[in-house]
């Protein structure tokens, strides 16, 4: 069974920086492509950035280009979302989550993901 767990969330001011991190468990995070998404109250799951299997490939969405950052280290079975230059829009639950897929291309709706974590919260205050 696959686990997904996020941690890293939490309060910061606008400029900051948080790096959130997602711990897989049952499989390996190397045959997963990986996403990472973020929703606000009311509103739908919004793509934020993601991974293809092979770390080879990355999407990010316009929103976030150039001050996210998503990496993954296989020893530790884990992805990181580095968020940098925080702004108060970023603010919203972030989720992630994983497919087994061993396609080039990124994963980039959420409906194409198999695996969900149960999101952790990030607060940027202005």
């Known amino acids: 069974q696959v686990r997904l767990v996020e941690s890293g969330g939490g309060l910061v001011q606008a400029g900051g920086s948080l790096r959130l991190s997602c711990a897989a468990s049952g499989r390996t995070v190397s045959s997963f492509s990986m996403g990472w998404f973020r929703q606000d109250p009311g509103k739908e799951r919004e793509f934020v950035g993601g991974i293809s299997w092979n770390g080879g490939n990355t999407d990010y969405a316009d929103s976030v280009k150039g001050r996210f950052t998503i990496s993954a280290d296989n020893a530790k079975n884990t992805v990181y979302l580095q968020m940098n230059s925080l702004k108060p829009e970023d603010t919203a639950v972030y989720y992630c989550?994983?497919?087994?897929?061993?396609?080039?291309?990124?994963?980039?709706?959420?409906?194409?993901?198999?695996?969900w974590g149960q999101g952790t919260q990030v607060t940027v205050s202005s």
């Open positions: 989550a994983a497919v087994i897929n061993f396609g080039t291309r990124v994963v980039v709706t959420a409906r194409g993901y198999a695996y």
